[in-house]
């Protein structure tokens, strides 16, 4: 270290002059107490007061209290700084504080080096090494760094740097490592103390160059005066965008931006909120008698208090653990004696973690140079700063802006008449929003046409405000609670640069939170588009369709059934035993039609509809032959009409008829969403075991999920099993234009579209009470059968088909099976009691027993194989019988037409 400042020492040792703040007066050196000194050139008192409040608080909590000793210098009079100094070191000082002027902190700190003397400088360091004492303000190195991460994140392909003095091009010095041999196109311009605060003709220069995105990096006083200017030249509105390196932005007088429209970030250390900046303020409040804070809380505490605060503090905590008993020392060049643990002192100091209780967050050193920070990024809206990211040294740094609140300065008259917004629309999303297809060249908002197109039109007409459509893309936007971040469309109206947004977007609480809706203006639930079910290849028996086998089998049996009661009611019918050979009077035998086949086949031609020549005469086998035409009437009449219906109508199948279908992959149907939205939201959140299931599915597969729902409808289109998970009114949509898709199942949920727009939008019940009108006047459906179903629509119904004819089961027809089996019994009942009255009247002719005739008529009935009965002598037969010439078979004549003759 260098001695220069000897020939000075002696120069100005009787110049000094200073106060003496002795706060809490402990004595002097080799008492207990340990001096502080601070050698301040802040005119307004403030640091001094910040350091005696510093140590009021520190000295609370030490067995060796600290007292400060300030001394108030000239900006920049180093001769005088250099007096101070020495009458402190006369008086034995522990550590000292130095001024924010550079050359005379740099004197300062050579003679404290020399004496083993700790130095603190809290001002940004003027080596670039932060060689320069103990010093906490995050080094260029560090600035250079957040810097870069913000504008990254604004993606600057070019800008100006605008620094105020040599030290700053530190900062552009690692700023350019940071970037390497590629990085962004930046114009260096310096604006200077030089120029007697004048700084109007570089900022002319900015405004007259192409670029309009500023980085500024200065002093404190410096920085407001560039801004203050810029303003005046006319480069502080919309079309300029400033990134301020300096850490005290939030202490500039910023009331005259924030309607501007500039837009202005800048970084912090420290939150107002914070309580030991709270306390400060209050401090400053009664020992000044300053103004009470505003909404920004610690517009008055700049970095220079917050960190002597801060270094109180680390003294304070050095203090506890190593002894310390600064000796006087004598300025001279005679007496070269130093401070004995003044170094360790200063060492112990470096070693240091801390992290409570400072105004500044964590303190610690790697070497020279203080680590472990975090900043606030910060930004210019109409309400004042707001906090939009933190920066921490390894992380990645992202814009996380809170909602923009909206102020009563935005709110005027409260009335949107000739208020232009910014409407964000999707135009890959039919039927919300598309591009007008035209030969002519269409701009502006004549480029797009729409649903939400037509309606944001009819809102306007009513409340007389003026739209700009800008395409907001796919991505409608979420809301991250954890990162405070939000995407897509979301993103574009938190930011303010857009108004409004009117799309398939749906009503989330998740959303809700960071943007407002309107009232929904449609409703509708997540469901599944899915390729209509393919025709089933005919079967071989498909014309045993129409009836179910339980109805086939009940038809054979009463086939068969029947034709035996034909067989055996007509030999039971004496009416159905006929003369073979009508033109022989008195034939030998007689015949009955209803042989075995021909009961079979009776009954065959009948169930066909054909018929054949045989003839029931007696009245048993009349009846069940009615009955039989009857049921075969019935039977045919079904059968036909079924079947047409069978034949005609296609009878699909498929193999998705619910979400659960889905869910397991019957068929190994795939399926997915809209990568982004509320629809995979729903999947993502719920806690249902069949969504949970889906989802993971989903995940597993992202390939399954798509930018949008038109890429979506083409991959279910496309015939490779996928069925897409999208919202009901979307896939009305789409049936009625793609003929081959449909929905299945039923919707999963209940939800609604809303306009989205910034939170606390204070036109927002005007606005729902138009829709509401639109509603009431049929206005919406209106809109919504114009772009569902006229426009482009007509190429296929949106119904969706029932499921073709079912096959007819018993219980359709059993009816008809009880009127043929009660027919039957009917007529078996009266072929029998006719033919026992039969019986008993040849018995009486004969005056044989009725049983006898009984038996003998009986053997004759079930002698089947014989169809004729041979007509005998009622001698030969009844040996009782008495005289009679007339046959059995004439008693018969009597009663029925057709006559038998016994001999
Ligand atoms: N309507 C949805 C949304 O607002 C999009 C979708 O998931 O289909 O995000």
Redesign the pocket.
């Known amino acids: 270290m260098q001695f220069c400042w000897l020939p000075l020492a002696f120069l100005c040792l009787d110049l000094v002059g200073g106060q003496y703040y002795g706060g809490n007066s402990y004595g002097s050196t080799g008492g207990q107490a340990i001096r502080l000194g601070l050698i301040t050139d802040d005119a307004t008192d403030r640091i001094r007061q910040t350091f005696e409040h510093a140590i009021s608080v520190v000295n609370n909590e030490l067995g060796v209290p600290l007292v400060g000793e300030t001394e108030q210098v000239a900006y920049g009079n180093s001769v005088q700084a250099f007096g101070q100094l020495c009458r402190l070191m006369q008086n034995g000082v522990g550590a000292v504080f130095g001024p924010s002027a550079k050359h005379t902190a740099s004197h300062l700190l050579s003679v404290c080096d020399s004496k083993d003397i700790p130095f603190i400088y809290p001002h940004l360091s003027w080596s670039g090494t932060q060689a320069d004492g103990f010093n906490l303000h995050p080094n260029p190195e560090d600035i250079a760094h957040v810097l870069y991460d913000i504008i990254n994140e604004f993606q600057w392909s070019r800008y100006i740097f605008c620094y105020e003095s040599a030290e700053y091009l530190n900062i552009l010095d690692h700023l350019m490592n940071l970037y390497g041999i590629k990085g962004p196109v930046i114009k260096v311009i310096r604006y200077d103390l030089n120029l007697n605060g004048n700084y109007k003709s570089v900022l002319r220069r900015i405004r007259k160059s192409e670029d309009n995105r500023i980085v500024v990096v200065g002093s404190t006083e410096g920085v407001a005066e560039l801004l203050r200017q810029a303003q005046q030249v006319g480069i502080m509105n919309e079309d300029y965008t400033y990134v301020v390196g300096n850490l005290d932005l939030h202490t500039f007088e910023l009331e005259e931006y924030r309607y501007s429209e500039v837009n202005i970030t800048g970084i912090r250390m420290f939150s107002p909120d914070q309580e030991e900046v709270r306390d400060l303020v209050e401090k400053l409040h009664q020992e000044l008698g300053e103004s009470e804070p505003d909404g920004q809380g610690s517009s008055s505490i700049t970095m220079a208090m917050a960190l002597t605060y801060d270094a109180v503090r680390v003294i304070a905590e050095t203090t506890k653990n190593l002894p310390y008993e600064p000796q006087m020392l004598n300025c001279s060049e005679r007496h070269d004696n130093v401070q004995p643990d003044g170094s360790t002192f200063r060492n112990y100091m470096r070693s240091l973690e801390i992290k409570e209780n400072t105004i500044t967050g964590r303190i610690f050193f790697e070497g020279n140079v203080r680590k472990g920070f975090t900043f606030d990024v910060i930004e210019l809206q109409t309400t004042g700063l707001v906090k939009v990211g933190t920066w921490e040294e390894g992380k990645k740094f992202e814009f996380q802006r809170p909602p923009q609140a909206v102020t009563f300065h935005d709110v005027d008259d409260g009335s949107l008449v000739n208020k232009t917004y910014r409407v964000l629309i999707s135009v890959a999303t039919k039927p919300y929003a598309s591009i007008v297809e035209s030969i002519d060249t269409l701009i502006g908002n004549d480029q797009y046409q729409g649903y939400g197109v037509d309606l944001i039109k009819e809102l306007a007409e009513k409340l007389g405000f003026n739209f700009t459509f800008i395409d907001g893309g796919n991505d409608?936007g979420s809301f991250n609670k954890s990162t405070n971040t939000t995407t897509g469309m979301l993103k574009e109206i938190v930011e303010g640069r857009a108004d409004l947004a009117i799309?398939?977007?749906?009503i989330?609480a998740e959303r809700e939170e960071v943007i407002d809706f309107s009232i929904p203006f449609m409703n509708l639930g997540i469901a599944i588009l899915y390729v209509k079910p393919q025709k089933a290849p005919p079967a071989l028996f498909a014309f045993m369709e129409p009836f179910s086998s339980e109805v086939w089998l009940y038809l054979g049996i009463a086939y068969v059934g029947v034709s035996l009661c034909f067989f055996i009611l007509g030999r039971l019918s004496p009416t159905e035993w006929d003369n073979p050979y009508p033109c022989i009077d008195e034939p030998e035998e007689l015949e009955n039609q209803f042989t075995l086949n021909n009961s079979i086949w009776f009954t065959t031609g009948a169930l066909l509809q054909q018929g054949s020549e045989i003839a029931p005469k007696a009245l048993s086998t009349r009846t069940i032959s009615a009955i039989w035409w009857f049921f075969t009437l019935i039977m045919v009449s079904s059968y036909t009409a079924n079947l047409a219906a069978f034949l005609t109508i296609e009878n699909p199948t498929s193999p998705i008829n619910s979400v659960k279908d889905l869910a397991d992959n019957v068929d190994d149907v795939q399926y997915g969403?809209?990568r982004?939205?509320?629809?995979?939201?729903f999947f993502l959140t719920s806690e249902e075991p069949i969504y949970i299931k889906m989802n993971e599915y989903m995940s597993n597969n992202p390939d399954m999920l798509v930018e949008n729902?038109q890429e979506g409808v083409e991959k279910v289109k496309s015939g490779t099993k996928y069925a897409f998970l999208?919202?009901s009114t979307?896939i009305e949509y789409n049936m009625v234009r793609e003929c081959n898709l449909t929905k299945v199942g039923d919707a999963l949920d209940e939800k609604g579209?809303g306009i989205a727009m910034v939170k606390n939008w204070p036109y927002r019940d005007k606005f729902n009470n138009a829709l509401l009108e639109l509603q009431e006047q049929g206005v919406l459906a209106r809109l919504k059968n114009k772009w569902w179903n006229e426009i482009g629509a007509g190429v296929c119904s949106a119904k969706s088909e029932d499921d073709g004819p079912s096959e007819l089961a018993i219980d359709n027809l059993s009816g008809i099976y009880a009127v043929l089996i009660v027919g039957t019994i009917i007529s078996i009942i009266v072929s029998v009691l006719c033919w026992c009255f039969f019986v008993f009247k040849k018995a009486r002719f004969y005056a044989v027993p009725f049983c006898g005739a009984l038996a003998e008529e009986f053997k004759i009935v079930i002698r089947f194989s014989e169809n004729e009965r041979v007509l005998k002598s009622a001698q030969s037969i009844y040996s009782r019988s008495r005289n009679s010439s007339q046959s059995i078979e004439s008693l018969q004549t009597d009663s029925e037409e057709n006559t038998r003759t016994e001999d």
């Open positions: 409608y799309t398939d977007l749906t989330t969403a809209k982004t939205g509320s629809t995979r939201n729902n999208m919202e979307s579209y």
